[in-house]
């Protein structure tokens, strides 16, 4: 069974840019989520995905972010226009449907913003 | 609100020694607690977990009893390896499934 899978592993972009995270969740998984972590900070949740609508998006830092998650399947998180403080690893993390104790990360998108 | 602290790093030890790194939390009712391991170059992976008061986690030689009278979760490991190096993250699950974390633990093991 393929696990959680993101892309890009790496982005480099300049402020003002626009990027786009992908977040395949492992097959059959309802629940998707996405976390980040800043560089120095804890890991902070963002969004979380229930098939395809939004169950709870309270970590989400502002309107710059932007998650999608169209029919379901996989997921993309877009931050326009990106800021400095932007940078750090982005993790998606999914998990079956009613059991949602334990997730399943993927590698994670290290987003560095110049 | 809820919260996860975790001992600073790095935690430098010998091979063969023992390890504790130490996990706090501060919730309201009953989280499921986590210890999420990140190997240089990969992502997190789930070490172990515990779902209610004096359960004990346990994998890959590393164990961790939930013990709500102290709010611990503390990870330990009788005799590290030098591929036991990594970051190690403690967190708790809220009833709404968002994870809290710790700031996490970098491991370093010598030979």
């Known amino acids: 069974e393929a696990g959680v899978t993101q892309f890009p592993s790496h982005s480099v972009i300049e402020k003002g840019q626009t990027v786009t995270l992908r977040c395949d969740p492992i097959s059959g998984h309802d629940n998707l989520y996405w976390y980040r972590r800043v560089m120095g900070k804890e890991i902070k949740f963002l969004l979380h995905f229930v098939k395809e609508s939004k169950q709870d998006e309270s970590g989400m830092p502002n309107n710059r972010f932007l998650a999608e998650r169209t029919g379901g399947t996989y997921s993309t998180l877009k931050v326009q226009p990106a800021e400095l403080e932007d940078s750090g690893v982005y993790f998606c993390?999914?998990?079956?449907?009613?059991?949602?104790?334990?997730?399943?990360f993927g590698p994670g998108t290290r987003l560095t913003v110049l | 609100g809820d919260s996860v602290t975790q001992m600073e790093g790095p935690v430098t030890l010998s091979e063969e020694a023992f390890l504790t790194i130490n996990c706090t939390y501060t919730a309201t009712g009953y989280p499921s607690l986590f210890w999420y391991v990140q190997y240089p170059g990969e992502g997190l992976q789930l070490l172990l977990k515990a779902t209610k008061a004096d359960d004990k986690g346990s994998n890959k030689g590393f164990e961790a009893t939930y013990r709500k009278e102290t709010t611990s979760f503390h990870l330990e490991k009788g005799s590290v390896q030098v591929s036991d190096s990594a970051v190690y993250f403690c967190?708790?699950?809220?009833?709404?499934?968002?994870?809290?974390w710790g700031a996490g633990t970098k491991l370093i093991i010598k030979p």
């Open positions: 993390a999914s998990s079956p449907s009613g059991y949602t104790d334990t997730q399943y």
């Open positions: 967190a708790l699950s809220r009833s709404n499934y968002q994870l809290i």
